[in-house]
């Protein structure tokens, strides 16, 4: 009787040690069934923000009032704003409000439906400091700077100071405004083939986001029986016009050049011919955000159309006024109108400010904008 409740004992321990291990083999399986629909997020409260494109929203307050609806018929279980579970009533509608930091904020919405499914919306919503309005920017600042003090043909008079202005321009809106190094071509004595090789760069580089300054200073002509208006390039011979750079070829440039705004500085002899036809100039300053939402192609010249001294003062107060600039947005027209008076003052030439016509000029400005100290 001993040896066979042994051996039934054996047969049992057996049997309950294999039961074990094929539980332990046995992987727990979870399915989840998913529907194909997303859920449906809707905002209400600021109404624009489901119209403007992107970063096209800006505020003053350092909070936004966030209110609007979830829809999905297969059940919500979270809501997330900025990864914080945020709640949502019986009817999907949602109030939340949201800190701001100064500048551009990303806006995150998370739907999680009860099948695990995910749906996101994302935005962006820019706040100025100090309540000034601001601007939210996309794309890069670019620049294209040119000096020209030798001329390769005797008959040409060299100039003292060009080269000293393009360094002096360069070193302002590398340091202390949003032009990085790597996107500003700086040209010392340039030639015909440099200035269109740059400008073909400058095509292929700059995006529609983008903002571009072109400055030239150097030798310029007007020819009044024929009413053309040319740069001189340092290889430009004084008999001829095939190495002269015409205004309507650099206006064909910048109206090619995919950039939201081209701004064009010329401190040259007949710089003021680029205009076609010049705007009235005018000291009344629309806002920030309205200026930077339309393209624009303006141009500012040291003269109208006669010729301007070797050593610029125009070039002189435009560096200073930037230099000394203390607001994080600066339109051009406000730059210009901030030293213009301080050339008419000191120098016998007109400065100029206005539209390059033809180009693609919508009624927007370039805005400098200084760097973060």
Request: proline content about 3%.
């Amino acid at each position: 009787m001993k040896i066979l409740a042994l051996i039934l004992g054996i047969i049992l321990f057996a049997s309950l040690t294999q039961a074990q291990t094929v539980t332990q083999k046995t992987p727990k399986i979870t399915v989840n069934f998913a529907d194909d629909e997303p859920s449906i997020i809707s905002i209400f409260r600021p109404t624009e923000l489901e119209s403007l494109p992107r970063g096209a929203y800006s505020i003053k307050s350092a909070y936004l009032e966030l209110a609007g609806r979830i829809e999905d018929a297969q059940g919500i279980v979270q809501f997330h704003v900025n990864g914080n579970i945020t709640p949502i009533d019986n009817q999907g509608i949602f109030r939340t409000t949201i800190p701001l930091i100064d500048g551009e904020n990303h806006i995150t919405l998370k739907v999680i439906d009860s099948n695990n499914n995910e749906t996101e919306k994302n935005f962006y919503v820019s706040r100025t400091a100090e309540g000034v309005e601001g601007v939210a920017v996309r794309g890069k600042y670019y620049a294209l700077i040119v000096g020209i003090n030798q001329y390769q043909d005797a008959n040409i008079t060299h100039l003292d100071q060009p080269i000293a202005d393009a360094e002096n321009l360069y070193a302002e809106l590398t340091t202390k405004y949003t032009f990085d190094t790597e996107n500003v071509t700086m040209l010392k004595n340039a030639t015909y083939e440099d200035f269109i090789d740059a400008f073909d760069v400058l095509s292929r580089k700059v995006k529609g986001d983008d903002n571009l300054l072109i400055f030239y200073a150097g030798h310029g002509w007007w020819d009044e029986e024929r009413e053309l208006g040319y740069w001189l390039p340092s290889d430009a011979r004084k008999a001829n016009t095939a190495f002269w750079i015409r205004n309507s070829t650099i206006s064909d440039y910048i109206g090619s050049i995919d950039s939201k705004h081209t701004l064009l500085v010329a401190d040259a002899c007949f710089s003021g011919s680029i205009f076609k036809t010049r705007s009235a100039f005018t000291d009344a300053q629309p806002a920030i955000n309205k200026m930077y939402a339309l393209p624009s192609r303006k141009a500012m010249t040291s003269g109208t159309l006669k010729a301007v001294p070797d050593k610029s003062v125009f070039l002189e107060y435009m560096v200073k006024r930037l230099d000394e600039n203390e607001e994080k947005y600066l339109s051009a027209e406000k730059l210009f109108s901030s030293f213009r008076d301080a050339v008419l003052n000191n120098s016998p030439n007109i400065p100029q400010y206005g539209t390059v016509q033809n180009a693609g000029d919508e009624g927007g400005d370039f805005i400098f904008i200084r760097r973060d100290n």
